[in-house]
T-cell receptor, first 111, second 115 residues
């Protein structure tokens, strides 16, 4: 079983829509969680960390569900500029290689 | 400005040649990583290093080699043994805090093409 699994999409949504992505992780001892954004042919960039209590940054909300071992990203009022691939990253406490990346979910916001 | 720098941005290699990709960071991060990304694919870990003079194989280390002689530098050599080296290579670094790694910061990547 992969450490981190994401639905690859693509998700095609109209401008102004709300869209949500989920990501599941296999190691219950995982300690921290992140969402990254990757534009075409560019490097991934940190979008937001995911805290146990959930956190919000403008139109973006991240949630963590430890019982079910998944994290989510909600984007409200989608903009054309939100079109990108969103990567889920999990930081496990076991083993020296702590960072595990999902394969990414592709989002296209349509005018 | 603090950051992580990869060079070159584009690299062309003839079959049978070894090439070295540079990765330098001035963020004082302990951990450094090399990933490979193929079109439409996720990131796959090649090698990682948590401390100077120590590194570990990732999921796809065959045909690659690394060194970590300085904290700031983690060069990756793509050897002739790597049969399908054309890909986008990403270097990253992160802090280690309380035994775990914090979020990773990426360089701009090197796009390697075999000609």
């Amino acid at each position: 079983r992969k450490e981190v699994e994401q639905d690859p999409g693509p998700f095609n949504v109209p401008e102004g829509a709300t869209v949500a992505f989920n990501c599941t992780y296999s190691n219950s001892a995982s300690q921290s969680f992140f969402w990254y954004r990757q534009d075409c042919r560019k490097e991934p960039k940190l979008l937001m960390s995911v805290y146990s209590s959930g956190n919000e940054d403008g139109r973006f909300t991240a949630q963590l569900n430890r019982a079910s071992q998944y994290i989510s990203l909600l984007i409200r009022d989608s903009k054309l500029s939100d079109s990108a691939t969103y990567l889920c990253v999990v930081n496990s406490s076991t083993g020296a290689n702590n960072l595990f990346f999902g394969t990414g979910t592709r989002l296209t916001v349509i005018p | 400005d603090g950051g992580i720098t990869q060079s070159p941005k584009y690299l062309f290699r003839k079959e049978g040649q070894n090439v070295t990709l540079s990765c330098e960071q001035n963020l004082n991060h302990d951990a450094m990583y090399w990933y490979r990304q193929d079109p439409g694919q996720g990131l796959r870990l090649i090698y990682y290093s948590q401390i100077v003079n120590d590194f570990q194989k990732g999921d796809i280390a065959e045909g690659y080699s690394v060194s970590r002689e300085k904290k700031e530098s983690f060069p990756l050599t793509v050897t002739s043994a790597q049969k399908n080296p054309t890909a986008f290579y990403l270097c990253a670094s992160s802090h280690r805090r309380q035994g775990t790694n914090t979020e990773a910061f990426f360089g701009q990547g090197t796009r390697l093409t075999v000609v």
